[in-house]
């Protein structure tokens, strides 16, 4: 089992930039895949990065791509969201994610078995 603890949320103006960061417990992290989801009121929760296991491969959502880098630190079990040029749309919980088996679906939910609470991010214009 892991436990996910997303941080970093906050209050920024648009233009600018947050760092989410996902603590993870637990042996096993450097061995999965992790993910950045985002959700609206209402809306589904949707993808907007993913890591391998050793940092080697990314992949973005369009939305995310330009703005947005993950990156991750196997020493320190965490995975990070740098977002900049940030826009009030941004303005969801993003919430991380851990896939046990690399699968080759990165953008949906169902291919990640652990998830955090999610941290608010708020994008004022």
């Known amino acids: 089992q892991v436990q996910l603890v997303e941080s970093g949320g906050g209050l920024v103006q648009a233009g600018g930039s947050l760092r989410l960061s996902c603590a993870a417990s637990g042996r096993t992290f450097s061995t999965y895949a992790m993910g950045w989801f985002r959700q609206a009121p209402g809306k589904e929760r949707e993808f907007v990065a993913r890591i391998s296991w050793n940092g080697g491969i990314t992949y973005y959502a369009n939305s995310a791509k330009g703005r947005f880098t993950i990156s991750r630190d196997n020493v320190k079990n965490t995975v990070y969201l740098q977002m900049n040029s940030l826009k009030p749309e941004d303005t969801v919980v993003y919430y991380c994610?851990?896939?046990?088996?690399?699968?080759?679906?990165?953008?949906?939910?169902?291919?990640?078995?652990?998830w955090g609470q999610g941290t608010q991010v708020t994008v004022s214009s």
């Open positions: 994610a851990a896939d046990k088996v690399s699968r080759v679906l990165v953008d949906i939910r169902s291919s990640y078995d652990y």
